[in-house]
């Protein structure tokens, strides 16, 4: 039986008890102190790492090491579980989201609140922001009262929002003036392997600070990959992307041409699921897309997001992506039917002919 000592300067009796449970938590290090990040030592580095042998590494290597107060801005559908696994696991958390209330379930799990992302980065050793899109990430990060204004020497600030390359090193540059460190970590993976720990992490940016963060990301995923300059996580994350929502297009055309010509899409999707062309995202929603109902995960705005961005990047390097850009008409259809906020599988329902255009 292993107990957690608290050694931060939260006092909340609800994340001491979640400490003092730890026991049931094997990638969990046995003591957390605050420290600064730049005073951890240099650690050989993975380029790739699943779960498993993480786990093993942080054992051996990160005991003492972990920051000791983490702030998770941008609570939604990906940031909540991501934050709540955090506080799971025995962290000291401190969050804010733009809508306060959405914080309110973590708050009552232990986590502190503060009023703005510059308190929250002025309080914490490593901020995380998982925020909707360019814009939001640009202004939680350096607008007023933003990230950059709490940030300085020794702490780190890990963006793992999707975002297109120059965002991110807009952000990476206005974060590196203050002397912190800065890590673009966009995830693949939605939002059940969020709440499963179960993210795959594609990083990018100051080295050591991967590697400070690296049994953080552990808690949160399944496998994490570093890639090198800030840039290449985006990049990754959006040619992810870009097949993802071509993949959801495709798959559309299928379930509806196999009820037209009379067979059962559910046999589709079955046969689909036995084949070379089997993936895990046909199987999870092609039975709720033939119903017609569309449970959230992936909001459909922020597929459309993704193909924007990933026809940008394709256009700075004058790479043809036709079918994306096929893909991305049909999400900006069906955004502008009203379908944003549904999962983005609901993309099927502008090859129906029968949506009425929102005013
Ligand atoms: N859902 C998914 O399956 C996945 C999503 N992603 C990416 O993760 C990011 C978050 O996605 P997800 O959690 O699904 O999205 P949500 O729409 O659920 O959450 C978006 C978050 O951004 C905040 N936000 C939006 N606009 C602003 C703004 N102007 N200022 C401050 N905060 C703002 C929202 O705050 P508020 O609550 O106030 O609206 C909310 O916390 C996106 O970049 C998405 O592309 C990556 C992998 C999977
Ligand atoms: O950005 C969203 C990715 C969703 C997924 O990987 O399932």
Not at 211 to 225: H, N, Q, W, Y
């Amino acid at each position: 039986m292993s107990f957690l000592v608290k050694t931060s300067y939260s006092h909340n009796l609800a994340s001491t008890a979640m400490l003092m449970c730890s026991s049931f938590c094997p990638q969990i290090p046995n003591q957390f102190r605050r420290r600064p990040i730049s005073s951890f030592p240099a650690r050989p580095l993975f380029s790739v790492s699943f779960k498993a042998l993480s786990s093993q590494a942080n054992n051996a290597s990160t005991k003492d090491e972990l920051p000791a107060r983490i702030g998770f801005l941008g609570i939604g559908i990906m940031g909540s579980p991501m934050a709540q696994n955090l506080l799971k696991a025995g962290c000291d958390v401190t969050v804010w989201n733009r809508t306060k209330s959405k914080c309110d379930p973590l708050i009552s799990l232990g986590a502190e609140y503060k009023s703005s992302p510059e308190e929250v980065a002025a309080s914490c050793d490593v901020t995380f922001a998982m925020l909707a899109d360019p814009e939001s990430a640009v202004d939680v990060a350096c607008g007023k009262y933003g990230v950059v204004s709490g940030m300085s020497p020794g702490k780190g600030y890990v963006d793992v929002s999707t975002v297109d390359v120059e965002t991110s090193k807009f952000i990476s540059g206005h974060i590196k003036t203050t002397g912190a460190l800065f890590l673009e970590a966009p995830v693949s993976g939605s939002k059940k392997p969020a709440e499963d720990g179960q993210l795959i992490f594609l990083a990018a940016g100051d080295r050591s600070l991967y590697e400070t963060v690296s049994p953080l990301l552990d808690i949160m995923g399944k496998s994490r990959f570093y890639l090198g300059d800030v840039g290449n996580g985006a990049a990754m994350k959006l040619v992810v992307n870009m097949i993802m929502g071509s993949m959801m297009a495709s798959f559309s055309e299928g379930l509806l041409l196999s009820e037209k010509v009379g067979l059962d899409p559910n046999v589709l999707v079955e046969v689909v699921s036995q084949g070379a062309i089997s993936a895990p995202m046909y199987s999870m929603k092609g039975p709720s897309m033939v119903q017609s109902r569309y449970p959230t995960a992936f909001p459909l705005k922020h597929q459309q997001k993704d193909l924007r961005l990933a026809l940008g990047l394709a256009e700075s390097v004058s790479q043809p992506i036709p079918i994306a850009a096929a893909a991305n008409e049909l999400y900006k259809v069906a955004k502008s039917h009203g379908l944003s906020d549904q999962d983005f599988s609901a993309v099927i329902e502008t090859l129906k002919g029968k949506l009425q255009k929102q005013q």
